[in-house]
């Protein structure tokens, strides 16, 4: 006989609200076909003669032009008709003012818009945009402009040591679906069978299918990101002993809870994923970059376990094989934020390259307690790279 739990202490929690689907804006505009009534049914753009839609299929270009426009010049062409030399900067603003068609204005707002997001520089936001913009032009036969647009700036604020929930997080609040994850599903019965069950995430009504499962209706609530510590109140709906996931909720009565959710989300490398298969970005360029990663989660910002490694002789050491262990492991990290990463190699470093008992002759000159160690590691320092990541 299934029974609802007992209710448990209120808790307050600081409220968020969620979006709608992921949306793509209206298609570019097409080039029109010479002598053609037919339209494609897809874009309404005109058909060459063959039947084939210049806008959708791509391939209604003719050598040396692109859908936004006449293609740019390799590095070596636009050397060869210059006279001289062209390095990569010189080269890449070549690249964009050839891309000032006007299918490109729609690019550009979807870019602009997701780099506002993030709370960065402006001059670190204008450096991502024209990253962005570049990689995107080479994205957007494959991938269309919305998806180009998400990859190229995910990439860029990844390259720069931002953690992937992080970057999932800001470019959810213009395409939602990035930042959703499993839905919640809820076995409930309604004490009301006349009225209908609602859910309310932080006081705000939210979205689910329900659905008739015997005497009981199972309930499936739309989760996203950020919803990671929300209140949730089930109107005319108690919850099921053992119809519940309990690593993902903690309960504060019968029709109450508080979500627990992961801080990844999967959605973001889909899209990474399907960049790199495109063929437009090389597998390389999905990965974080290791020099960004190591500045920003670099020993010297541990002040206490610094001083330990140089007193006892061991910085230079245990510096190297940190490097090379956080590059091994961002080369694949499975979904871990870097943060998440460096501490490990942090730990792996030390522990590797520092004798046991050296750790122990410092823990008993400073009094430390051994649990607060890693080896020379002061673990309670590894808040101040938590901090940076909450900064921003």
Same mark, same amino acid.
């Given at each position: 006989m299934r029974r609802a739990p007992a209710a448990c202490e209120f808790a307050n929690f600081s409220e968020r609200c969620a979006f709608g689907p992921l949306k793509a804006k209206e298609p570019f505009l097409a080039m029109p076909a010479r002598e053609q009534e037919e339209t494609c049914e897809q874009c309404g753009s005109p058909l060459d003669e063959s039947g084939l839609c210049w806008s959708c299929s791509g391939g209604g270009f003719q050598s040396g032009s692109s859908s936004v426009g006449a293609a740019p010049l390799e590095k070596s062409e636009l050397a060869k008709v210059l006279g001289r030399g062209v390095g990569d900067r010189a080269h890449g603003a070549y690249s964009l003012s050839m891309q000032q068609a006007e299918g490109m204005?729609?690019?550009?707002?979807?870019?602009?818009?997701?780099?506002?997001?993030?709370?960065?520089?402006?001059?670190?936001?204008?450096?991502?945009?024209?990253?962005?913009?570049?990689?995107?032009?080479?994205?957007?036969?494959?991938?269309?402009?919305?998806?180009?647009?998400?990859?190229?700036?995910?990439?860029?604020?990844?390259?720069?040591?931002?953690?992937?929930?992080?970057?999932?997080?800001?470019?959810?609040?213009?395409?939602?679906?990035?930042?959703?994850?499993?839905?919640?599903?809820?076995?409930?019965?309604?004490?009301?069978?006349?009225?209908?069950?609602?859910?309310? @995430? $932080?006081?705000?009504?939210?979205?689910?299918?329900?659905?008739?499962?015997?005497?009981? /209706?199972? !309930? +499936?609530?739309?989760? *996203?990101?950020?919803?990671?510590?929300?209140?949730?109140?089930?109107?005319?709906?108690?919850?099921?002993?053992?119809?519940?996931?309990?690593?993902?909720?903690?309960?504060?009565?019968?029709?109450?809870?508080?979500?627990?959710?992961?801080?990844?989300?999967?959605?973001?490398?889909?899209?990474?994923?399907?960049?790199?298969?495109?063929?437009?970005?090389?597998?390389?360029?999905?990965?974080?970059?290791? @020099? $960004?990663?190591?500045?920003?989660?670099?020993?010297?910002?541990?002040?206490?376990?610094? /001083?330990? !490694? +140089?007193?006892?002789? *061991?910085?230079?050491?245990?510096?190297?094989?940190?490097s090379a262990v956080l590059r091994q492991k961002l080369t694949n990290g499975k979904g871990r934020m870097p943060r998440k990463l460096a501490e490990e190699a942090l730990i792996e470093a030390c522990g590797r390259e520092v004798p046991p008992g050296v750790s122990e002759l410092v823990v008993r000159r400073y009094r430390l307690k051994p649990s607060e160690m890693s080896s020379l590691l002061a673990i309670t320092e590894l808040e101040a790279w938590q901090r940076m990541d909450t900064v921003g």
């Open positions: 204005s729609h690019l550009r707002e979807e870019i602009e818009s997701l780099v506002e997001q993030f709370n960065a520089s402006p001059q670190t936001k204008n450096s991502v945009k024209q990253g962005s913009e570049r990689n995107a032009v080479k994205l957007l036969p494959e991938l269309g402009p919305t998806k180009a647009a998400v990859a190229s700036v995910a990439q860029e604020f990844l390259n720069l040591g931002r953690s992937m929930a992080e970057v999932s997080f800001y470019i959810a609040r213009v395409h939602p679906r990035v930042g959703r994850l499993s839905s919640l599903v809820l076995e409930v019965y309604a004490p009301d069978e006349g009225r209908t069950p609602s859910v309310l @995430v $932080n006081s705000r009504k939210r979205d689910f299918k329900s659905y008739a499962d015997g005497p009981y /209706r199972r !309930l +499936r609530i739309s989760v *996203y990101c950020w919803d990671g510590g929300a209140v949730v109140d089930l109107q005319n709906a108690v919850l099921c002993e053992g119809g519940y996931p309990a690593k993902r909720m903690r309960l504060l009565g019968p029709s109450k809870f508080v979500l627990v959710l992961p801080e990844r989300t999967f959605q973001l490398f889909k899209i990474l994923k399907e960049a790199r298969l495109s063929g437009s970005m090389p597998s390389g360029d999905l990965s974080v970059d290791p @020099v $960004n990663v190591l500045r920003k989660y670099s020993v010297a910002k541990l002040p206490f376990t610094e /001083r330990f !490694l +140089r007193e006892t002789g *061991y910085l230079n050491r245990v510096n190297a094989r940190y």
